[in-house]
Nanobody
Framework: VQLVESGGGLVQPGGSLRLSCAAS????????MRWYRQAPGKQRELVAA???????NYADSVKGRFTISRDNARNTVYLQMNSLKSEDTAVYYC?????????WGQGTQVTVSS
């Protein structure tokens, strides 16, 4: 299984970005896909999760600003990030959990700065 993230970059406060994570390999129909992030000097934290049935949950810090979605036909998960703040600056990682195994992407940098 391989996860490839894209869509990171530099954005001004209040701006938007859309991250994508494409999964390839042996992807089973029942799984959970998540976005994590890790800021410098901080622990990796869960940002949002979505099941194969499209049930979602979010960290309190991003509720109302971020939206996670998925395209099961393309094995791709998205993270739409709006109203970005400087504290959203981090490396964002895609995570896939299926059949008791966890897979990680390489990460994509998101920098929110004026």
């Amino acid at each position: 299984v391989q996860l490839v993230e894209s869509g990171g970059g530099l954005v001004q406060p209040g701006g938007s970005l859309r991250l994508s994570c494409a999964a390839s390999g042996s992807i089973f129909s029942l799984n959970v896909m998540r976005w994590y992030r890790q800021a410098p000097g901080k622990q990796r934290e869960l940002v949002a999760a979505i099941t194969s049935g499209s049930h979602t949950n979010y960290a309190d810090s991003v509720k109302g600003r971020f939206t996670i979605s998925r395209d099961n036909a393309r094995n791709t998960v998205y993270l739409q990030m709006n109203s970005l703040k400087s504290e959203d600056t981090a490396v964002y990682y895609c995570n896939l959990f299926q059949r008791a195994t966890t897979y990680w992407g390489q990460g994509t940098q998101v920098t929110v700065s004026s």
